[in-house]
C-alpha cells in the first residue's frame, strides 16, 4: 500500500522529537525509496534547524556486514558531526553504540551521476583512518528501511589526521588492524568495501543521482568497513591502524 509521503515525513518527524527513531506504524511498510526520501527530507529539517550536512556514508558494502544483517545492498546516509581520534563519548551519550573501521575519504570536486572509478580517484582529495560511531535505534535485521529513514544508524565519524592518497597506493590493499581494548580483534582489506573503497564513491555518486543529489567540493564519504561491526560499551576504547594511512582511537568513559 503506498502511503503518503508528507505525512511520513511528518510522523518520522514527530516521532524523533520524542525519543522514538523507529515508528510502530511505519513496521514493514515502506519502500526502501520511501525510506530514502523520508530520511533526506528529516535531514533538511535537521540543517533548517541549525545542524550542518558534511557529507555521506555507504553502509552494507562489506560481505561481513550484509550477513551480519541479512541484506544484501549497500545503502547511504547522512553524516552531520565528526569527531577527532582519541575522543571519549559519555558513558550515557550514546544508544546502543557501536563502531565500523573504514576509510574516511574528502572530496575535492564534484561527483555527479555516473562516474568512472578514474574520476572518482582524480576527485579525492584526502582520506583519514577512521570510525563510523553507530546507533541501534531500533531492529536493524527485520526493518531495514527504518534504518534507512532514520539515517542508517549514523551517530558520529571519528577522524585520524587526513594525509593524501599517494599515486602508489591502491585502498583496496589497504590492511586494517582493528583493536578492542588492547586486544586484536579483526584484519581486514579495503576490498571487503565494494573491492574497493573507491567504488563506494562511484556507487554513491549514482545513487544520490536518482534523488536530485550530488557529491560537493568538501564533502567527507564513509566508505564502508573493512570488519564486521563491534558494539561498544561503557569503558571499551578502540584503535584501528590503517597500512600507509595513520591510526583512529575513540573510547566510551566509564561513568
Known sequence: ???????????????????EFFPLAYYDRLTMDEAYRIQLALIDRRVASG???IGWKVGLTAKAIQEQFSFHEPLFACILETRPTGHVFGATELIHPGF?????????RSLEGEVTLEQVRAAVDV???????????GDPVNQMELVVADNGQQRSVVV?????LAPNVDPAQVTARVALNGREV?????SAALDNPLNSIKWLAQKLGEYGRSLRPGD?????SFVRQFPLHPGDGAMAEFSGIGRVEV???KT
Request: hydrophobic share 45%; with cysteine; charged share 25%.
Open 251 to 253: 573510547g566510551i568513559a
Open 220 to 224: 567527507i564519504i564513509m566508505t564502508g
Open 127 to 137: 582520506v583519514h583512518p577512521s570510525f563510523e560511531i553507530i546507533e541501534t535505534r
Open 100 to 108: 565500523e573501521t573504514e576509510l574516511c575519504v574528502r572530496v575535492g
Open 160 to 164: 585520524g589526521a587526513p594525509v593524501r
Open 1 to 19: 500500500m503506498t502511503i503518503n509521503l508528507a505525512a511520513a515525513i511528518d510522523d518520522f518527524w514527530d516521532a524523533r522529537m520524542r525519543g
Open 51 to 53: 545542524e550542518r550536512h
Open 186 to 190: 579483526a584484519t581486514g582489506l579495503g
